[in-house]
């Protein structure tokens, strides 16, 4: 069965400082993998998304994320944290067959200016 | 251009009674997808189309669920006798096609549903 984990329900970053948002996944095959952003009272964002090629992947807002095939994890970062960068994160690996997204339950960024 | 629209945007609604739930995915994506989020449970899937097809329905949670997309476009997520564990937000996503190589979702607003 296919599985992600985020660790943290909760991470604290001062503004200016970078930042990480951990994930971890467990797929049989090729990993399909996604992170979006939830601001408050708000649907999901996309924010970017690995399918193949170079391990680091740019996205919205100037997040960015790596995938380690050998950790299985796709963590997301940011050099400078903004307040504004303050919401939900979800990764989610995506099913090959139909395509469903399962998510990890969500880690909560708070920035402190 | 427009993105991915729900209806209503809130729904209260007593225990027992019938909900139905509308969502409007961008134009020209075929496959349409509903997501439930709950406190307890996290962001679930319930069901996905390809046109007008379910060929995955794995996430229901019971058979007072059920949903329909016609024309290829819109879809409605119907509760019967709904009960307080339904109450929770319930998000559509709606992508181009079914494939995993070029295949993002994009996120409704979601509904909010409180049965009381």
């Known amino acids: 069965a296919q599985s992600v984990a985020q660790p943290e329900d909760q991470v604290n970053v001062a503004e200016g400082n970078p930042l990480t948002v951990k994930c971890t996944y467990s797929?049989?095959?090729?990993?399909?993998l996604f992170w979006y952003v939830q601001y408050p009272n708000r649907g999901l964002q996309f924010l970017l998304k690995?399918?193949?090629?170079?391990?680091l992947v740019k996205g919205s807002y100037g997040f960015e994320a790596e995938f380690n095939k050998s950790q299985t994890s796709f963590h997301l970062k940011k050099p400078s944290a903004l307040v504004s960068d303050s919401a939900l994160y979800f990764c989610a690996v995506r099913v090959v067959k139909g395509g469903k997204l399962i998510f990890g339950q969500g880690t909560e960024l708070s920035v402190k200016p | 251009g427009a993105g991915v629209s729900q209806s209503p945007s809130n729904k209260v609604t007593e225990k027992g009674k019938d909900v139905e739930l509308r969502c409007d995915p961008i134009?020209?994506?075929?496959?349409l997808y509903w997501y439930r989020q709950s406190l307890g449970q996290g962001l679930e899937f319930l069901i996905y189309?390809?046109?007008?097809?379910?060929?995955?329905k794995s996430g229901l949670p019971s058979d007072r669920f059920s949903a329909e997309r016609t024309g290829g476009s819109v879809s409605t997520l119907t509760i019967q006798r709904t009960q307080q564990e339904d109450s929770a937000v319930y998000l559509c996503?709606?992508?181009?096609?079914?494939?995993?190589?070029?295949?993002?979702?994009?996120f409704g607003p979601g509904t909010r549903l409180t049965v009381l």
């Open positions: 996503a709606s992508s181009l096609v079914a494939g995993p190589a070029t295949d993002t979702q994009y």
């Open positions: 134009s020209g994506h075929t496959a």
């Open positions: 690995y399918i193949t090629g170079d391990n």
């Open positions: 189309f390809q046109g007008n097809s379910a060929p995955d």
């Open positions: 797929v049989s095959g090729n990993p399909y």
